[in-house]
Nanobody, 125 residues
Framework: QVQLIESGGGLVQAGGSLRLSCVSS????????MGWFRQAPGKEREFVAA????????NYANSVKGRFTVSRDNDRNTMYLQMNSLEPEDTAVYYC??????????????????WGQGTQVTVSS
């Protein structure tokens, strides 16, 4: 059973930065494509960023492109999301997710096998 645990959320002013971390308990983390999703109150969960198992391929939602950076350290079983120039619209619970189907990455939440419990990010104006 793979467990994913997010951390790093918090309250920040608009224009500020946060770095989220997602640690995996699985021994095969390096074989998983990983993704970040977020869900704001009253809204559906939406794709934020994804990264291939080796970290060489990434994809971002248009709303975060140029502001967020996804990365991973397979030696530490950890994925990161560096969030800069945060906006109030970025306020949401952020979830990390993993899949081990061999797909390079995907923006579709339903395709991910494993999910973390989420971490709250609140951006004040």
């Amino acid at each position: 059973q793979v467990q994913l645990i997010e951390s790093g959320g918090g309250l920040v002013q608009a224009g500020g930065s946060l770095r989220l971390s997602c640690v995996s308990s699985g021994r095969t983390f390096s074989k998983y494509a990983m993704g970040w999703f977020r869900q704001a109150p009253g809204k559906e969960r939406e794709f934020v960023a994804a990264i291939s198992w080796g970290g060489t391929s990434t994809n971002y939602a248009n709303s975060v492109k140029g502001r967020f950076t996804v990365s991973r350290d397979n030696d530490r079983n950890t994925m990161y999301l560096q969030m800069n120039s945060l906006e109030p619209e970025d306020t949401a619970v952020y979830y990390c997710a993993g899949l081990n189907t061999g797909v390079v990455w995907t923006i579709t939440a339903a395709e991910y096998n494993y999910w973390g419990q989420g971490t709250q990010v609140t951006v004040s104006s």
